[in-house]
C-alpha cells in the first residue's frame, strides 16, 4: 500500500512563511492531479491546492496568491510553499490524490501540523 509521509510544518509567526513536503512511497507519474488539504480543530478537512499532471494549479480563495503548490514526479514529492501565513491558516495539512467527490488513491498520512501564532 503506497504510503504518504508529510513534513515541514511547526509553529511560524503571522506574517511567516513555511514549506510543506509530501513524499509518497510509490511513483505519483501516472497520477493526474496530487492536493494538499487541511484540518482545523472542529472543521471538515477541506482542499488547500490541487496540481495536475501538466501543472495546471488550483487554489482555494483563502490561499490564493499567498501559497504555491508544486510536484516533482522524480522524487515522488508535491511541495506547498506558504508564504505571509495567518493565524486562520493553524491547521494539520495533509496531501492525497483526489480521484473523484470524497475519493482517494492513497490512504490518509499522519498530516504535519501547521500553527500560525504570535
Known amino acids: 500500500q503506497v504510503q504518504l509521509v508529510e513534513s515541514g510544518g511547526g509553529l ?7 514549506s510543506l513536503s509530501c513524499t509518497a512511497s ?7 492531479f496530487m492536493a494538499w488539504y487541511r484540518q482545523a480543530p472542529g472543521e471538515q478537512r ?3 491546492a490541487r496540481i495536475s499532471i501538466g501543472g495546471t494549479t488550483y487554489y482555494a480563495d483563502s490561499v490564493k ?6 510536484r516533482d514526479n ?11 501565513l495567518k493565524p ?3 491547521a494539520v495539512y495533509y496531501c492525497n490524490a483526489p480521484k473523484g467527490v470524497n475519493a482517494y488513491f492513497y490512504a490518509w498520512g499522519q498530516g504535519t501540523q501547521v500553527t500560525v501564532s504570535s
Open 88 to 90: 486562520e491558516d493553524t
Open 65 to 70: 496568491g499567498r501559497f504555491t503548490i508544486s
Open 26 to 32: 510509490a511513483s505519483i507519474i501516472s497520477i493526474y
Open 74 to 84: 522524480n522524487k515522488n514529492m508535491v511541495s506547498l510553499q506558504m508564504n505571509s
Open 46 to 48: 477541506e482542499l488547500v
Open 12 to 18: 511560524v509567526q503571522p506574517g511567516g512563511s513555511l
